[in-house]
């Protein structure tokens, strides 16, 4: 995103009389700038557990979440037999430049390491507390140094995670026993002045420029044993010595309570919903565990980190994927494997991820995929329409755009060959090529010569050819609204219960005149009490007598028993010119017994 565009947005902002949240980020968003723009980082486990691989004395990492870096914890081990696991740590082997290297090629952008984790274990050749690796490894070797050498080296910004909250190594710091045995304010402060604060000065003195401290509290100060005023004091050394450093919120401090964090981390691997006005990120895992865990065969795949970068990129966010080195130093070939698939395809697409970000269309619209969107340097205006599944008719309709297109070509394209379309009003169609350009996710550019104009209130054309209307889309509601979240792994779908006479409208730009064919899903209990649902359009009105949906089975055999969400007929609606209309639909429930709305489907007779 350029420079002058944010400024344009503050701006309108500003005049707008916008809420003062968006306003307060203004420092945040232009100190985490190269942040924004950079969209993709490498996040590093690897510490004294990664010697262990997820075993000690031949059982397994208790507890069923399997973060093998909590193996400490979980299975109750000492410090000096922890330290045990070091002896496993081929010295000769490791090289983090190599990380560095894969990061490089994988096209991220900067890499946060574990400097340290949970155990309290420092990988770097610390002062404080004697318990770090200048101090209890054999060849004394400075790996954070070596790696910000190697970051330097490669152009790539370090960011550095450590544990502030959580240590198990200092006899004051807080450790989930606690909650049994408790810790007072004062003990704990000790182990605030006498390791965090001092470990952090080290960090930000003899590093260099570090691009980010990411801390690990994924809970608000005021439910923990943290002070606000300990939290402020580490972020004021933090801007002391390093300014420009970022700061995320698992800080224990939210973007909201403090405009002066820097980006909101959402939860493991808890992907964006909506576009934010502030940076935030993602930190996701390639498989299940973050620190290497021997029996994770929980392997993501690349299209969908792919699609996972795409969609917090289209939400302005940020994602971190991690690797979790083993003790010899080596990268577990199904990580590598991915990380090169994913490079390959930023080389390929990067523009549409680096410097892109948000569009100012709903995340859920088109279901063909998702859209972002940048100014580029030579004045144009482009969306990327990430297309996640390349449809067998060959075609994908854009909705909700006025501004008519220049171009359109596939962005693996180097020729960039035209792709013909056809844009009316509010709706272009693309026909594509047979062949997909890119094996994972082909990404088409539209090309605008200025910010193209939205209607955003539009439901859009499916690929499947037909509107899907939702409680997610329609444009009013005139009673209940609550949608009942999809439920029992999806055989209960987002549903709103309505039991008193509803009014419900929908806008669709219907592209020709036509006859369109008006089908409703619901679920109805009550026998004996139904009652009724019309659509009206286009001044004509169907009505439906509502019929008893009864039960249906969700999963053989497990007593799984549900309510049926049916699909019935309702009729057609001719739609005697091209235009906007609105689809209004009314139930009228009897004697307040629910009718379960999910979806209006619209569709087209074909003679
Ligand atoms: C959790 C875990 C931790 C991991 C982190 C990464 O907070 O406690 O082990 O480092 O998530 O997001």
């Given at each position: 995103?350029?420079?002058?565009?944010?400024?344009?947005?503050?701006?309108?902002?500003?005049?707008?009389?916008?809420?003062?949240?968006?306003?307060?980020?203004?420092?945040?968003?232009?100190?985490?700038?190269?942040?924004?723009?950079?969209?993709?980082?490498?996040?590093?486990?690897?510490?004294?557990?990664?010697?262990?691989?997820?075993?000690?004395?031949?059982?397994?990492?208790?507890?069923?979440?399997?973060?093998?870096?909590?193996?400490?914890?979980?299975?109750?081990?000492?410090?000096?037999?922890?330290l045990t696991l070091l002896d496993k740590f081929d010295w000769d082997a490791i090289d983090p430049e190599e990380w560095v290297i894969l990061a490089k090629k994988a096209g991220m952008k900067y890499v946060t390491f574990t400097a340290k984790h949970h155990d309290g274990f420092a990988l770097w050749d610390s002062k404080v507390r004697n318990y770090d690796i200048g101090n209890k490894s054999g060849?004394?070797?400075?790996?954070?140094?070596?790696?910000?050498?190697?970051?330097?080296?490669?152009?790539?910004?370090?960011?550095?995670?450590?544990?502030?909250?959580?240590?198990?190594?200092?006899?004051?710091?807080?450790?989930?026993?606690?909650?049994?045995?408790?810790?007072?304010?004062?003990?704990?402060?000790?182990?605030?002045?006498?390791?965090?604060?001092?470990?952090?000065?080290?960090?930000?003195?003899?590093?260099?420029?570090?691009?980010?401290?990411?801390?690990?509290?994924?809970?608000?100060?005021?439910?923990?044993?943290?002070?606000?005023?300990?939290?402020?004091?580490?972020?004021?050394?933090?801007?002391?010595?390093?300014?420009?450093?970022?700061?995320?919120?698992?800080?224990?401090?939210?973007?909201?309570?403090?405009?002066?964090?820097?980006?909101?981390?959402?939860?493991?691997?808890?992907?964006?919903?909506?576009?934010?006005?502030?940076?935030?990120?993602?930190?996701?895992?390639?498989?299940?565990?973050?620190?290497?865990?021997?029996?994770?065969?929980?392997?993501?795949?690349?299209?969908?980190?792919?699609?996972?970068?795409?969609?917090?990129?289209?939400?302005?966010?940020?994602?971190?994927?991690?690797?979790?080195?083993?003790?010899?130093?080596?990268?577990?070939?199904?990580?590598?494997?991915?990380?090169?698939?994913?490079?390959?395809?930023?080389?390929?697409?990067?523009?549409?991820?680096?410097?892109?970000?948000?569009?100012?269309?709903?995340?859920?619209?088109?279901?063909?995929?998702?859209?972002?969107?940048?100014?580029?340097?030579?004045?144009?205006?482009?969306?990327?329409?990430?297309?996640?599944?390349?449809?067998?008719?060959?075609?994908?309709?854009?909705?909700?755009?006025?501004?008519?297109p220049t171009r359109v070509y596939a962005l693996a394209d180097k020729s960039q060959s035209s792709i013909p379309f056809n844009h009316q009003e509010v709706v272009a169609h693309l026909d594509l090529p047979a062949q997909q350009p890119d094996d994972f996710i082909s990404v088409i550019v539209v090309e605008y010569d200025k910010k193209p104009d939205v209607a955003v209130d539009l439901a859009a054309?499916?690929?499947?050819?037909?509107?899907?209307?939702?409680?997610?889309?329609?444009?009013?509601?005139?009673?209940?609204?609550?949608?009942?979240?999809?439920?029992?792994?999806?055989?209960?779908?987002?549903?709103?219960?309505?039991?008193?006479?509803?009014?419900?409208?929908?806008?669709?730009?219907?592209?020709?005149?036509?006859?369109?064919?008006?089908?409703?899903?619901?679920s109805f209990q009550e026998e004996g009490d139904e009652g009724r649902i019309s659509i009206k359009a286009s001044n004509a009105s169907i009505n439906h007598d509502v019929i008893p949906t009864g039960k249906t089975v969700g999963e053989p055999d497990e007593d799984w028993v549900i309510d049926n969400y049916h699909s019935s007929r309702f009729g057609t609606i001719e739609f005697p010119k091209a235009?906007?209309?609105?689809?209004?639909?009314?139930?009228?429930?009897?004697?307040?017994?629910?009718?379960?709305?999910?979806?209006?489907?619209?569709?087209?007779?074909?003679?």
């Open positions: 995103m350029t420079k002058m565009f944010r400024t344009i947005c503050l701006c309108l902002t500003l005049l707008l009389g916008g809420n003062q949240y968006a306003l307060s980020q203004a420092n945040t968003n232009e100190r985490a700038e190269w942040f924004t723009d950079d969209r993709f980082g490498m996040f590093i486990h690897w510490g004294v557990y990664s010697g262990a691989e997820g075993f000690w004395k031949g059982e397994k990492l208790r507890h069923g979440n399997d973060y093998s870096e909590w193996l400490q914890y979980r299975n109750r081990i000492d410090g000096d037999e922890y060849p004394k070797r400075d790996i954070l140094k070596e790696l910000a050498a190697a970051c330097k080296k490669h152009g790539l910004k370090l960011g550095i995670y450590y544990s502030h909250w959580i240590d198990w190594e200092h006899p004051n710091s807080w450790d989930h026993t606690r909650e049994v045995y408790g810790i007072s304010a004062e003990d704990y402060d000790q182990y605030w002045q006498e390791k965090v604060i001092p470990q952090m000065r080290e960090l930000l003195t003899d590093y260099g420029p570090i691009g980010l401290i990411w801390f690990d509290m994924w809970k608000n100060h005021s439910e923990t044993v943290v002070t606000k005023a300990q939290l402020m004091q580490l972020k004021s050394l933090i801007r002391e010595l390093q300014p420009d450093t970022l700061v995320n919120s698992r800080l224990g401090l939210s973007v909201e309570e403090d405009n002066d964090v820097d980006f909101q981390s959402l939860q493991d691997n808890e992907l964006g919903q909506f576009k934010k006005d502030y940076p935030w990120q993602t930190a996701g895992t390639i498989s299940h565990s973050w620190g290497y865990f021997a029996k994770d065969t929980d392997w993501k795949s690349t299209s969908s980190m792919l699609r996972a970068i795409i969609n917090n990129t289209s939400l302005n966010g940020n994602y971190m994927l991690n690797i979790g080195p083993r003790a010899n130093g080596d990268i577990h070939p199904e990580m590598t494997k991915r990380l090169e698939e994913m490079g390959a395809w930023l080389n390929v697409n990067g523009e549409a991820i680096y410097g892109s970000g948000a569009f100012d269309l709903p995340k859920e619209m088109h279901d063909w995929g998702q859209i972002t969107y940048r100014e580029t340097d030579n004045g144009t205006h482009n969306l990327y329409l990430h297309i996640y599944n390349w449809p067998l008719s060959k075609e994908i309709t854009l909705s909700g755009i006025k501004t008519k054309m499916s690929v499947t050819g037909g509107y899907s209307l939702l409680p997610s889309n329609w444009i009013s509601a005139d009673g209940n609204q609550e949608i009942v979240p999809i439920a029992r792994f999806g055989t209960i779908p987002p549903h709103v219960d309505v039991t008193s006479n509803s009014t419900y409208k929908w806008k669709v730009y219907i592209e020709a005149a036509g006859s369109y064919q008006v089908d409703t899903s619901y235009g906007y209309y609105e689809i209004e639909m009314n139930v009228e429930p009897k004697n307040s017994k629910a009718i379960k709305f999910q979806w209006v489907w619209l569709q087209e007779v074909k003679e």
